[in-house]
């Protein structure tokens, strides 16, 4: 199995995609984090996150990879990608409800094209992930619900795990030939990050406000991943509540605390829509609610 994923990794890297080891057998990523960073190797000059370490260095694969079988994971930003995630409702009583799949193609057609053709995969629960190059010039992030229901993208900040990883839930798997159409215009403009408010200073110590607000999401996120049976829901309502003010401040993005809660919703246990409900309701009504920074320092 080992060869089987080195291979994969090899094979994304080849194209230009950087990539960086998964847990065995799951989507999450097997390097360390910055509460148990070593500060050695790659680390000496100050933590690197996954999305740093990412690399296309075939001797680094191979070096990895000869530790154990690692699944696969594509950091789409540095691989210049958007890749859109068509997902499939996870309830069993959405089982009439449209899935990502066909909630883009509606969109497609009303924009008047086909489906692009382009390199894709399916995902171990039955979705889709599309692959695009990245638009230059524009530096687009992740989002969730932003095109559609169901549909995601996955840009800076994210990352996608690469056909030929193995979970429980099944395998990842290549559908068709090797190109990688460009991101479509009428998609760019939809995720195109809209022109950042003027702001009036704040009364904050510089840079003291963002590195609280790290923190809060690294306690936060910690909290959520090992609530216990029968809180979980209610940790991670919480959770978000307590970081959507960071949002509204400007001190966190809104992708980057919805990828981290929901990714320790699910750790937790948590279904993909239950974290994705609770977390929207919960981050909406922070962001509307602390629009003004109090107690600034």
């Known amino acids: 199995m ?21 847990r065995p057998g799951t989507k999450r ?6 509460q148990s960073c070593p500060g050695t190797g790659p680390c000496a000059g100050g933590h690197r996150k996954w999305e740093e370490r990412a690399t296309c260095d075939p001797d680094r694969i191979r070096a990895t990879w000869a530790h154990g079988p690692f699944n696969v994971g594509i950091a789409t930003g540095p ?18 409800a449209p899935g990502g799949a066909a909630t883009f193609g509606a969109l497609c057609e009303r924009a008047g094209h086909a489906v692009p053709t382009t390199y894709r995969t399916r995902t171990a629960s039955g979705g889709e992930h599309l692959y695009f190059t990245a638009p230059t010039g524009v530096r687009l992030t992740n989002t969730a619900g932003t095109v559609g229901e169901l549909v995601d993208t996955r840009a800076w900040g994210g990352y996608v795990v690469a056909a030929g990883s193995l979970t429980p839930a099944g395998p990842y798997e290549a559908l068709c030939g090797p190109e990688t159409a460009a991101l479509p215009g ?3 403009s939809i995720l195109r990050p809209a022109p950042r408010a003027s702001q009036g200073p704040s009364t904050a110590v510089p840079g003291q406000s963002g590195r609280y607000a790290d923190v ?26 307590a970081l959507g003010r960071f949002v509204a401040w400007g001190d966190l993005p809104r992708h980057v ?10 750790a937790a246990g948590l279904s993909v829509s239950e974290c994705r409900s609770t977390l929207r309701s919960a981050l909406n009504w922070s962001i509307t609610h602390n629009q003004t920074r109090r107690g600034a320092a």
Not at 29 to 34: D, K, Q, R
Not at 79 to 96: E, N, Q, Y
Not at 228 to 236: D, I, K, N, W
């Open 257 to 266: 605390v919805e990828q981290a809660l929901q990714e320790a919703g699910e």
């Open 29 to 34: 990523p097997a390097l360390h984090g910055e």
């Open 186 to 188: 009428w998609l760019q």
């Open 216 to 241: 809060a999401l690294t306690c936060e996120t910690r909290n959520v991943a090992a609530a216990q049976l029968g809180a979980r829901e209610s940790t991670l309502f919480r959770a978000a509540r």
């Open 2 to 22: 080992s060869e089987h994923l080195l291979r994969a990794a090899l094979d994304a890297a080849e194209r230009g995609w950087h990539v960086f080891p998964l």
């Open 79 to 96: 691989s210049g990608l958007v890749v859109v995630d068509l997902d499939v409702p996870k309830d069993k009583g959405s089982s009439d």
